[in-house]
């Protein structure tokens, strides 16, 4: 099973902390890895019209951001910078190849 996770989160999501999956704002499923890419390439596609600032490390994980979009983080007690997040998992764990 492959999974495409889309997140938001004052971190790029390859950190994977502890508290990643509650910044997930969507997950969608595929039994295809062929399946699974081209969504993921569809959302990496429309991520990189929306923000200017953008880091691949292939093939599990993506992470796009504006410069200034911060947000207030209590536990920090700091603003700090909000990136937009993709992580592809295979049964569970990050993806090791295409």
Same mark, same amino acid.
């Given at each position: ?25 969507? #997950? ?8 699974? #890419?081209? &969504?993921?390439? /569809?959302?990496?596609?429309e991520? #990189? ?18 410069? /200034?979009?911060?947000? &207030? ?10 990136? &937009? ?11 090791k190849?295409?």
């Amino acid at each position: 099973m492959h999974e495409v996770v889309y997140m938001k989160a004052e971190f790029e999501p390859w950190w994977m902390f502890e508290e990643w999956e509650e910044k997930v704002l969507s #997950r969608k499923t595929f039994s295809s890895k062929v399946e699974a #890419r081209k &969504y993921w390439d /569809g959302l990496v596609e429309e991520l #990189r019209r929306n923000y200017p600032l953008s880091e691949i490390r292939e093939p599990a994980f993506a992470a796009f951001w504006r410069e /200034g979009e911060i947000e &207030y983080c209590e536990s920090c007690d700091d603003d700090m910078q909000m990136y &937009y997040g993709l992580l592809w998992l295979e049964n569970g764990s990050t993806i090791k190849s295409f």
